[in-house]
């Protein structure tokens, strides 16, 4: 019985194997008619490899460090920094230009400050509204527009029938320089962060050659055919520089944040093809920002702090900046200097109260002297440069402003005409050095989506040291020169002390998207 049921149980078990065989014949037998392979079974590990393939992707800051330094940059470097030399021209062209028009409208001292005051308000009231804009539509057309509109109403300051008429169009050319000032995070947005510290204070070079450009336009036009004729001169450089200025794409930092990833895409591969590199593997992916150019984000807890020390760092970076070098000008201009060794034309000592004269023009040796200072601007960026990376931003900061207050205190001591002209040489050294570097940590310091208004903000607090200080240098220096340099030394003072609470150093940090 049990050999029988043995043997059945054998019998069903070979039946079976005959019946698999011959489903497995009948299943090769359809593949091969459907020209298809017969199914493999899967890999485990292939989808997990599939699912990091289709996941790798890069950000824009991936792309420019990447790309690192390069042609590009090179270009970048040269159009903007000429950038630089625009606005230095519309800003110290107040310099040279001031006896002029004291002479023809016959002005007191307050009026000739109120010039300098009013392009000032101009910057300080479009500063806001352009870094809005620049948040909101993009950096390149605010600067485009900037070049465009200060251009335009330089060249018709040079058409001024009157005083009131010169102040107003001033105004104007002050809201456009603010536009132009964009530029300085249009360049940043491109730069990768080790080369940062390196190359934003050579702009300085930029900055000093239109400085100089304008002295000599002062020193060769300006007595042969006017002071109109000098402005009408100045506005050559912004013509070109508008033509140039195509060759500079939108900053792919903004047109991520924008949610336009193909522009972006097709800016950084523009820029990788002409450096001769290739991007990062996979695909370009950054979530789109919403909320571009709140200010609220400014005075939010992550960045209340920085905010407000900053927006004090910058107006005493252009309160003293600015009073540097409308002070070396006034006390040219007047001989307010203590001199031991003046020559007869300098031992004169000008006043308005004893009605001298109203027109006391620049001579030779005094431009010679503002051209000298304006060397100090880039004689110490390869000093500038090792702060910057040796200490970083903040001890930097600190140490430029001690400086500062340091060489304002000395302009009040008696010296030799050399000895002066070499103090305001290291004057403007540090307070320029200042300017780079309070510039360089406000554009690493706040994210894509608020660092054209966080700099527009910054700059119009600058703006409000600018327009007090000609009221200090050209007003208060004619009554005392300890009195007028005190006020600079001070918030220097004040200045390097707050520096210590920044919250944030910057040196190395890669630029944030967002908030």
């Not at 599939?50 to 390069?70: M, P, R």
Request: aromatic share 12%.
């Amino acid at each position: 019985m049990a050999l029988k049921r043995s043997s059945s149980m054998k019998t069903q078990l070979v039946d079976a194997i005959q019946l698999q065989e011959v489903e497995l014949e009948e299943e090769i037998n359809t593949s091969s008619n459907n020209n298809t392979p017969p199914e493999v079974p899967e890999d485990p590990e292939a989808p997990k490899a599939k699912a990091q393939t289709e996941l790798k992707c890069y950000t824009v800051e991936d792309a420019v460090e990447s790309i690192g330094f390069g042609r590009f940059h090179i270009l970048l470097f040269v159009i903007m920094g000429s950038a630089n030399i625009v606005e230095a021209m519309e800003i110290m062209l107040l310099a040279v230009v001031s006896p002029e028009i004291r002479c023809e409208w016959h002005l007191e001292d307050w009026q000739v400050a109120l010039v300098s005051t009013m392009v000032f308000f101009g910057f300080m009231i479009c500063g806001v509204l352009c870094g809005y804009i620049a948040d909101r539509y993009g950096r390149w057309k605010v600067v485009f527009g900037g070049f465009i509109w200060a251009s335009y109403f330089s060249l018709l300051t040079s058409f001024s029938p009157s005083y009131g008429w010169f102040i107003f169009l001033r105004c104007m050319v002050g809201c456009g320089v603010a536009g132009t000032s964009q530029g300085f995070v249009l360049k940043t947005e491109f730069i990768p962060a080790k080369c940062r510290a390196y190359l934003l204070p050579l702009a300085s070079i930029f900055w000093m050659l239109g400085s100089m450009l304008i002295i000599i336009l002062g020193m060769t036009v300006v007595p042969t055919m006017g002071w109109r004729w000098m402005i009408r001169f100045s506005i050559i450089p912004s013509i070109i520089l508008i033509g140039l200025f195509m060759f500079i794409p939108e900053s792919a930092r903004f047109q991520v944040s924008a949610g336009n990833v193909q522009g972006a895409m097709s800016t950084l591969n523009w820029i990788a093809k002409m450096n001769g590199v290739s991007l990062p593997e996979g695909e370009l992916r950054e979530p789109e920002v919403t909320e571009r150019g709140n200010a609220t984000t400014l005075i939010s807890p992550a960045f209340r702090r920085t905010s407000l020390l900053l927006w004090y760092s910058w107006f005493v970076a252009s309160f003293s900046y600015y009073g540097s070098v409308l002070s070396s000008s006034e006390l040219l201009e007047k001989n307010l200097l203590c001199i031991t060794d003046a020559d007869p034309e300098h031992q004169i000592k000008h006043n308005q109260e004893d009605a001298l004269c109203y027109c006391i023009p620049f001579n030779m040796a005094d431009y010679q002297t503002l051209l000298i200072s304006c060397l100090g601007e880039v004689a110490l960026i390869p000093l500038n440069i090792g702060m910057l990376n040796i200490f970083g931003r903040k001890p930097s900061l600190a140490i430029l402003q001690v400086l500062s207050a340091f060489f304002f205190l000395l302009v009040n001591i008696c010296t030799t005409m050399l000895g002066f002209t070499v103090l305001l040489f290291l004057l403007r050294s540090v307070v320029s050095m200042n300017f780079n570097v309070v510039y360089i940590y406000t554009a690493e310091v706040y994210p894509t989506a608020v660092r054209s208004i966080g700099m527009g903000f910054c700059t119009s607090f600058s703006r409000i040291g600018g327009m007090i200080a000609p009221f200090i240098a050209q007003v208060l220096m004619s009554r005392s020169v300890i009195l007028a340099v005190s006020p600079f030394a001070t918030a220097c003072l004040i200045c390097a002390v707050g520096v210590a609470f920044l919250p944030i150093e910057t040196r190395g940090r890669a630029l944030l998207q967002d908030a």
